[in-house]
């Protein structure tokens, strides 16, 4: 009887053709690697493409064990779930398509977790090495975060986390969007689960001030702001 692998590392990607390889072969390398230290059972590579209209899902497939495909896009919360149910093991790894060579930290993530320290371990990411927007969506997550579970999140907005399968399965919920990182975190506060925040070396394709980077970042505005009224409105406890 084949067992289950002991983590599930979930990757969400969407037009992220130039990348997806340099990620998941940066997670292959640090896996080998890790296995030769750890006693880890199995591992399992998932990515969700949300509805790409490049190269994202072949070459995802070169890397992955399994490649999920929406026909189109459904949000990243949407895909986080896809990735979720996909996912066979019991400590789930979640990281960004555009992390590249930085993606080989990951271990340094799910460590905590593994070893019974944590039950969500959220990673902190350095500063942007350029300007980018005016930081309210995060200070606007930030507040709520606080207000809706009193936990004083640093990195209220970070997509690279690692969570043990038991938290996700009681909260039995996940916000669309990209408010889908605030309401895991207050739910899992609630609940009573042990939420830690480090930092880890991982490093992100910057945004700029350009309209698509304002744009962007208008809609993270919007997804965390109607993900706070929804979660005040409908506490998971």
């Known amino acids: 009887m084949k067992t289950h692998p002991a983590l599930s590392i979930i990757v969400p990607a969407r037009n992220e053709e130039l990348r997806i390889a340099e990620t ?25 493409d949300d509805g790409s209209s490049d190269m994202t899902y072949r070459r995802a497939a070169h890397w992955a064990d399994v490649v999920v495909r929406h026909p189109t896009c459904c949000g990243k919360g949407k895909a986080l779930s896809t990735g979720k149910h996909a996912a066979r093991g019991n400590v789930l790894v979640f990281l ?4 590249g060579a930085s993606a080989r930290f990951y271990p340094e993530l799910a460590l905590p977790v593994l070893n019974g320290l944590a039950d969500m ?19 606007l997550a930030k507040q709520g975060v606080y207000g809706l579970s009193g936990f004083s999140a640093s ?8 969570v043990r399968r038991e938290v996700l399965e009681r909260i039995g919920r996940l916000s669309g969007g990209f408010g889908v990182e605030v309401g895991l975190t207050i739910d899992a ?16 394709r910057e945004t700029g001030r ?11 505005l919007c997804a965390v702001g109607g993900t706070l009224w929804r979660w005040w409105r409908q506490p998971v406890c």
Not at 96 to 99: G, H, M, Q, T, V
Not at 210 to 220: F, T
């Open 24 to 48: 998941l072969a940066a997670v292959r390398s640090a896996s080998q690697q890790w296995n030769g230290l750890s006693s880890i059972p199995e591992l399992e590579l998932i990515v969700v």
């Open 96 to 99: 960004d398509a555009d992390l």
């Open 121 to 139: 371990v959220i990673a902190q990411l350095a500063g942007a090495a350029r300007p980018g927007g005016l930081g309210l969506v995060k200070k």
């Open 155 to 162: 990195a209220p907005l970070s997509g690279q986390r690692a």
């Open 189 to 204: 506060v609630k609940l009573g689960y042990r939420v830690l925040e480090q930092p880890v070396p991982f490093a992100h």
């Open 210 to 220: 350009d309209l698509h980077s304002w744009l962007h970042r208008g809609k993270q």
